[in-house]
């Protein structure tokens, strides 16, 4: 069983940076694709990035792209979020998913088995 526990948001103002974590439970990262979600104020859920346990196959979000960088730390269980520039419109509940990967499929993938509980990120000044 995967459990995710995402940490780190708050509050920034527009053009700030911040970066959000998600640590995995219950399995090695190297086993796992991870995706970063959103999920904004009266919006749909969007997909921002997945990062799947092949070396350096990371996709974007085309509206993310430049902005968001995600990192995988192995040795920590840990993916990280790092969002530049923010604006208000970038406010929202941060999620992260993941998917056994033991085909090492490629990103982006079609489903993601397991959730986090969310971060708040706002942006605003």
């Known amino acids: 069983q995967v459990h995710l526990v995402e940490s780190g948001g708050g509050s920034v103002q527009p053009g700030g940076s911040l970066r959000i974590s998600c640590a995995v439970f219950?399995?090695?990262?190297?086993?796992?694709?991870i995706g970063w979600f959103r999920r904004a104020p009266v919006k749909e859920r969007e997909e921002i990035s997945c990062a799947s346990n092949r070396e350096g196959d990371t996709v974007y979000a085309e509206s993310m792209k430049g902005r968001f960088t995600v990192s995988r730390d192995n040795a920590r269980n840990t993916v990280y979020l790092e969002m530049n520039s923010l604006v208000p419109e970038d406010t929202g509940i941060y999620y992260c998913?993941?998917?056994?990967?033991?085909?090492?499929?490629?990103?982006?993938?079609?489903?993601?088995?397991?959730w986090g509980q969310g971060t708040l990120v706002t942006v605003s000044s």
């Open positions: 998913a993941a998917f056994v990967n033991n085909r090492r499929l490629r990103c982006p993938l079609r489903r993601y088995d397991y």
């Open positions: 219950g399995y090695s990262l190297e086993d796992l694709a």
